[in-house]
């Protein structure tokens, strides 16, 4: 659950540049060559840094950038997933997550 203001924030697309990583001067018969003595899985790690991000209720893992809570949470709390902020009246209902 996301509020009115906070979804203006998921709107905006983050896209990977698709000539950020390449020679757009460079001659098309030479390559550069990677060592062959050098591990490729240790190199991985710094391309895909997953954020740290633990919901403030429950510990579990989020994956949405900018969330302080898990979809579960906040659906249950009637709370925005982003700011906290109430959305939803939940005194006289049984939320589930079933």
């Known amino acids: 659950m996301v509020c009115d203001a906070c979804q203006k924030k998921l709107t905006k697309i983050v896209g990977v540049d698709p000539y950020r990583n ?13 060592p062959t003595n050098q591990n490729r899985l240790l190199g991985s790690e710094k391309k895909a840094t997953v954020m740290n991000l633990k919901c403030k209720i429950c510990k579990c893992s989020i994956h949405q950038v900018g969330s302080h809570y898990c979809q579960t949470c906040a659906y249950q709390k009637g709370i925005c997933a982003m700011c906290g902020k109430r959305i939803l009246n939940t005194t006289g209902l049984r939320q589930s997550t079933v």
Request: charged fraction near 30%; glycine fraction near 8%.
């Open 22 to 34: 390449k020679a757009h001067n460079k001659l098309a018969g030479v390559q550069k060559r990677p």
